[in-house]
């Protein structure tokens, strides 16, 4: 009876296995970074076994990103929706081309980061051009965990949580070689333009729940369409002051003018496998959630330019 009581409780908030199965590339980002947590247990912090765990972890997840493009060749796929609630997450095509890049570029980092223990004579060192093992794969794994969130994500709230996902790891890999004064120079700039754009982007999107009541892109942007514009020139005002706010977070992300001053400084302190990340996959995320924003609300925000 009390197993009955469990099963039919975790019913409840697990999500239903072919909503699992279309977040199987997440889930697989998640088991390698369980195993590269106990890999160290047997082999050593210092054993380039941990990078082989990743690579196998990365073809794992490219394999279930096929298996998901099958899966939603018919059309989008929302999913991770609570009873009364809309779906926080979206997969579609958009989606599954983001993760084929995002793990097509780990599988390249850690590839990277192989050939330069080879060119040290296999020796991992705390003076590597990256960090030990299970420090860099497990931040490199989170950083890509955020950044599968962000291209997925139909939630204003989720989206901050994957872009800090995506941020948060990639100030501290910048700073992977500790003796390095410019490996920590550019952490503290990239750090610092970081925490202001994300200070930003997070007042912008208080204004859009204060001003619409809701989270949820599509919601929002069926507010927009029903309503047509807003009406009183201070909301028009307000409105736009909050898009230009989240706009302000995203042109962090891709390094756009004016929120590009870090990205050479990081770009000459960091290792060159972090260099890679940084201007390929974690560019390619915020296209993809500017291409994400773009699609949703669009098309209904430009009824307030003629306002």
Request: proline share 6%; hydrophobic share 60%.
């Amino acid at each position: 009876m009390r197993m009955t009581t469990l099963l039919a409780s975790a019913s409840a908030w697990l999500p239903p296995v072919d909503e699992l199965q279309l977040l199987a590339p997440e889930l697989v980002l998640i088991a390698t970074l369980v195993v590269v947590l106990l890999v160290p247990l047997a082999s050593g912090r210092r054993s380039p076994a941990v990078a082989l765990v990743v690579i196998l972890g990365g073809l794992i997840g490219l394999g279930a990103t096929l298996s998901t493009a099958t899966s939603v060749g018919g059309g989008p796929e929302r999913l991770l929706a609570a009873p009364g609630h809309p779906p926080i997450l979206l997969v579609d095509g958009l989606t599954v081309f983001f993760r084929f890049l995002i793990f097509g570029m780990l599988l390249l980092i850690t590839w990277l980061w192989l050939s330069g223990l080879r060119s040290r004579g296999g020796a991992v060192t705390p003076v590597a051009s990256a960090a030990a093992p299970p420090e860099f794969f497990v931040l490199l794994l989170t950083s890509a965990l955020g950044m599968l969130l962000m291209v997925s994500s139909l939630n204003l709230l989720l989206i901050v949580i994957a872009m800090e996902t995506a941020s948060l790891p990639s100030y501290a890999i910048v700073a992977a070689d500790k003796r390095s004064r410019l490996g920590a120079e550019a952490a503290l700039k990239y750090v610092t333009f970081g925490a202001a754009a994300s200070a930003i982007m997070i007042f912008g999107i208080s204004l859009l729940y204060g001003q619409f009541g809701t989270l949820d892109l599509p919601s929002l942007a069926a507010k927009l369409s029903r309503h047509g514009a807003i009406a009183a020139a201070t909301d028009v005002t307000v409105f736009w002051l909050s898009i230009l706010a989240v706009g302000v977070g995203i042109l962090f992300k891709i390094a756009a003018v004016p929120m590009h001053l870090w990205c050479p400084d990081v770009f000459e302190g960091a290792p060159v496998e972090v260099t890679t990340w940084l201007s390929i996959a974690s560019k390619a995320a915020g296209v993809g959630l500017l291409l994400r924003l773009a699609h949703t609300l669009a098309g209904h925000s430009l009824s307030l330019i003629h306002i």
